[in-house]
């Protein structure tokens, strides 16, 4: 019955090319010959400012926006290409979770399985109990989203995903708005599941401690262009000033960055 040939233990692992990647929407150039090279299995974090084309270059990515040049290959596969879909399990978390408040969170986890009819209804709970096992959510699949924490609702957006037995995992801020102990425990989980999956994993963070405890590779964007890529070591104390400002920026009330953002634009 099922359409899936990999299982997220067993699955082919994906690497992802991106050339000379650049994206326009009207007159605004967002993506500027952005070029970076993913490596299968590994854990790769982008940063950068808000604004920056972070969750663009994502949608280019899983296929959700097209280069205006450029290109985007998954493996050989043409991310731009729709039938690419069909040969690689891409799993988005987005930044908001986007659970279904009338649905509980067995019934989220199993609603894209079912819908796509991947599967009898018993294949359906094996994935879903599955996936919530890994994430040890098991007590959770009866409640509503209401119920939740917004920790436990990261992990359920993160379950949901591997529902899909992914081969590529595409995290959006996935600890934005948590805690610095709920951000530990999402790095955790991320860095667990790369470990039992093989999964290549790239994660969109502002979380300097996320980035440099468990990323394999950390790219930096700056307004539409790759600024710097390197392992977390090469960001820990780096030269580049506006690079060492994002990553720990100093608060500094003699010459406060609102006052200076002022006269830049007035
Ligand atoms: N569909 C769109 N149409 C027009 N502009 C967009 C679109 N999507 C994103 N942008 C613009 O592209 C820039 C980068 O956005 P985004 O990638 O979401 O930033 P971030 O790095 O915070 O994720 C922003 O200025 C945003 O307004
Ligand atoms: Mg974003």
Redesign the pocket.
Known sequence: MSTFTATPFAGKTYGVTVRNLTKK??P?T?LKDVSLDVRPGEIFCLM??????????L?HIAGL?LPTSGEVRIGDFDAADPATRDQVHLALVFQAGALFNSLSVYDNLALYPREHRLCNEAGIRERVMRALSILSLEKAAKKFPSELSGGMKKRVAIARALVMEPQLLIY?EPTSELDPVMGATISEIIATLREQMAVTSIV?THDRDLALSIADRISI?ME?RIRATGVAADFRAPADRDIADFLSPVIDLKNPRFKQLEQNHE
């Open positions: 929407f009207g605004v967002v950068g400012p808000s604004g920056s084309g972070k969750s663009v270059l949608k926006e959006d969109v964007i539409g």
